[in-house]
């Protein structure tokens, strides 16, 4: 264990994220008392306390990751490099991808004020965190059908004409047996940390629990899990692991790619060189971990809807969301 610890830290992207981490708390605990993003759930939103929460978050990451990576100890490795193409296609790829990506973000942002009141990202206004000012019906599906056409039909659909299968993209099982357990052995520690501690949902009633939960199930799915899953860990994994040829940076990509989609969340403020810097950071203690957990269960698996499963649709969206669906649609 110490052996395969030394030999983690002595590797470039691992010593990258230790520094980039470490500078941004030490930003965090010298600019100032509070943080200054729009989070109605944070009830603490002193910097001390948000540094402790950002810490102990990552350090569950490490948890969970380690507990995905021995419960898939025995079985096959599934080389992800072999389903991406050749190294010049692979590079031209993810060039394309990158262009797509930005120009989505772009164009999300723009949209997003024209049809409601708050750019479009990878998440609606207010998830997780909560937000103090008004999220419609509207901001919801124009949130819902930009991010599932924008980041899953159109990317699907491309790569699938250019001959990729449903294998090559992590969309088929190896084992599915071993990949419903892992599933569960996630979804449950995952849904146990949540519930612990934002347990907003057990204050709803039966009727608003009956129809937010399939609601905010349906609704997540189709506007973040789905996007998510074809864009980053369908198409840009296996494509990392082909230019990188490590797993550890590859898992580090897809944790840094997984926060930087996030870029206009409602919360993130980009009014001052010092709020935008915090944001930045935020953006990071938030995604950057998480997104490395669904690397690994797709790196071990093969298959991209373990993640979804285990990982995004119920943990966290339809424990910690349901009471922001059942706000905004007004459920009784």
């Not at 830290?9 to 509070?34: E, H, P």
């Not at 980041?151 to 001959?163: D, E, K, L, T, W």
């Not at 937010?212 to 692991?241: E, K």
């Amino acid at each position: 264990m110490v052996t395969g610890a030394a030999g983690l830290v002595r590797q470039r992207s691992v010593q990258v994220v230790i520094v980039v981490w470490l500078a941004s708390v030490l930003f965090v605990a010298l600019r100032g008392r509070t943080v200054p993003f729009d989070w109605p759930s944070m009830v603490d939103m002193a910097a001390g306390a948000q540094l402790i929460s950002a810490n102990v978050q990552l350090l569950w990451v490490l948890f969970l990751i380690g507990v995905a990576v021995w419960v898939t100890r025995r079985r096959a490795v599934i080389d992800l490099a072999s389903r991406a193409p050749a190294p010049a296609t692979n590079r031209a790829e993810l060039l394309w991808m990158a262009g797509y990506a930005a120009a989505a973000q772009v164009v999300g942002f723009g949209f997003g004020r024209v049809v409601g009141v708050y750019p479009i990202s990878l998440h609606l206004p207010g998830t997780v965190f909560g937000i103090s000012t008004y999220v419609s019906p509207v901001d919801v599906y124009a949130w819902v059908v930009y991010n599932v056409v924008v980041y899953a039909c159109i990317p699907y659909a491309i790569f699938r004409a250019r001959g990729y299968s449903n294998e090559a993209l992590n969309l088929t099982s190896a084992d599915r047996r071993q990949d419903l357990l892992l599933i569960a052995i996630i979804l449950v520690l995952e849904s146990a940390f949540e519930l612990t501690f934002m347990p907003k949902i057990f204050a709803l009633n039966r009727h608003q629990l009956l129809i937010g939960m399939p609601a905010t199930f349906i609704i997540y799915f189709v506007g973040t899990s789905l996007p998510i899953m074809i864009f980053i860990y369908a198409i840009l994994l296996p494509r990392y692991l082909k230019l990188t040829g490590s797993i550890v940076t590859t898992v580090i990509l897809g944790g840094a790619t997984y926060a930087v989609l996030h870029l206009f969340e409602a919360w993130t403020l980009w009014s001052s060189p010092k709020n935008v810097v915090l944001s930045l950071i935020f953006l990071m203690f938030q995604y950057f971990g998480p997104g490395m957990v669904k690397s690994v269960l797709t790196l071990r698996t093969g298959n991209a809807w373990v993640h979804v499963w285990s990982y995004h649709s119920l943990a966290p969206h339809v424990w910690l969301d349901t009471p922001l669906i059942v706000k905004i649609f007004h459920i009784k």
